[in-house]
């Protein structure tokens, strides 16, 4: 007598105990291959760029040309809010640390090209420019240079975005706009200068987009190996590790030099002087001369006479002209550089209320905005724009 045999059933996940079912909900990849293929394919259609990021990417673009333009910080986020979601990012990196170089490549063209279209719509916005007056830039030359609170934001908004994406196989709009307010504006802010003729806004601009793309590429392949993304093949180790080691050096290579940080990445080139060399002084040699003896004669006596004493009468002097720094409240101060002009050297930010000395009567006209030479209370000299200042004295035409 033999038995029917039976058939050993997988286990239905809402039967399973509770601790298992939490392993199984912690674990990143299913445990087959075609689970995982799976898990990758609906991935990879939640990165991929579709005609919708094409569309939000021109009009985050034009926002934030806009807002550069007319330095409304309050524009620049509105253009952030109004990007898509960059997904395509995770996409790249997920995409290199599984091997996958169709995708790998579908993302970063896709992201390419909506990078394209916001740097061409910033020049587009900078040709404008010379029909209508620039008021006085600040916003985008904070954008195109690097700072630490820049990547702190970056690190956040890609950590969380890939753990989103990731984690609930859906988009998330929310931590992206933190990653387009960071890639979207310096490239918008060198497209911008490109055309409008302000200088140093490209490349330093592009130079610091790049920067700010490598250091998300780096975050978003830790954030996927601590969520427990490993790579199937030795293809997939390779291409993730050539990925992140070409983000390294290209955020050292760029970064290195520290110029983006303290002033502009197109520093302007030292003229050599030439310095004369000391000449040689004749000296006089003393020649031997006959000596006159005088001879004892009359003379007349004059009386003594009171003589005059000169007074010394003061001149007038120049009255001090004394102004108070007033920059706008979410800047916080006003900067100090050595000439007038935004692609001199840094030197300082000077809080708001500072009672500075003003040296020079008549402003000079550098980048299309006016200047004056001023002094610290400290004794240091530079120089400021006159849109930050706001004068103590009376001073005419100010």
């Not at 990849?29 to 939640?46: C, G, K, T, V, Y």
């Not at 995770?90 to 740097?119: H, K, N, P, Q």
């Amino acid at each position: 007598m033999s038995f029917p045999r039976i058939e050993k059933t997988p286990d239905d996940p809402q039967q399973l105990p509770p601790a298992r079912r939490r392993r199984a909900r912690r674990l990143l990849l299913p445990f087959s291959a075609d689970e995982r293929e799976a898990f990758l394919d609906h991935i990879a259609q939640q990165t991929s760029p579709s005609f919708d990021f094409f569309l939000f990417s021109i009009l985050a673009g034009l926002t934030l040309a806009l807002g550069l333009w007319v330095d409304a910080p309050a524009l620049l986020v509105l253009g952030a809010l109004l990007a898509p979601t960059m997904s395509p990012l995770m996409g790249v990196a997920l995409g290199a640390i599984s091997g996958s170089i169709r995708f790998f490549t579908r993302s970063l063209v896709g992201f390419t090209l909506g990078s394209t279209l916001v740097l061409l719509t910033g020049i587009l916005m900078g040709s404008l420019t010379k029909l209508v007056s620039l008021p006085s830039l600040v916003q985008v030359y904070f954008h195109t240079q690097l700072a630490w609170h820049h990547f702190l934001v970056l690190a956040i908004g890609s950590a969380l975005t890939t753990v989103s994406i990731v984690r609930t196989k859906r988009r998330t709009a929310i931590a992206s706009v933190a990653l387009a307010y960071e890639l979207y504006t310096p490239i918008a802010a060198a497209g911008f200068g490109l055309t409008s003729g302000i200088a140093h806004l490209w490349p330093d601009g592009l130079v610091v987009f790049a920067i700010h793309l490598a250091f998300t590429v780096i975050i978003s392949v830790i954030t996927l190996v601590v969520l427990g993304f490993r790579p199937l093949t030795l293809f997939g180790y390779t291409l993730g590790g050539v990925v992140t080691l070409l983000s390294i050096i290209l955020l050292i290579g760029f970064s290195g030099a520290g110029a983006a940080v303290t002033g502009q990445v197109a520093l302007p080139t030292l003229t050599p002087t030439m310095t004369p060399l000391p000449t040689a002084i004749p000296t006089l040699t003393p020649t031997s001369t006959a000596t006159l003896v005088p001879t004892a004669t009359s003379t007349a006596t004059i009386p003594p006479s009171i003589t005059p004493t000169l007074s010394q009468t003061p001149l007038p002097t120049a009255t001090p002209i004394y102004a108070h720094v007033n920059a706008p409240e979410e800047y916080g101060g006003a900067i100090l550089r050595d000439g007038p002009s935004f692609s001199n050297t840094y030197l300082d930010t000077i809080s708001n209320g500072t009672l500075i000395e003003i040296l020079s009567v008549k402003p000079t006209e550098g980048d299309k905005v006016l200047w004056h030479q001023v002094r610290l209370p400290d004794g240091r000299e530079g120089w400021m724009i006159q849109s930050a200042l706001l004068a103590a004295t009376p001073v005419p035409n100010w």
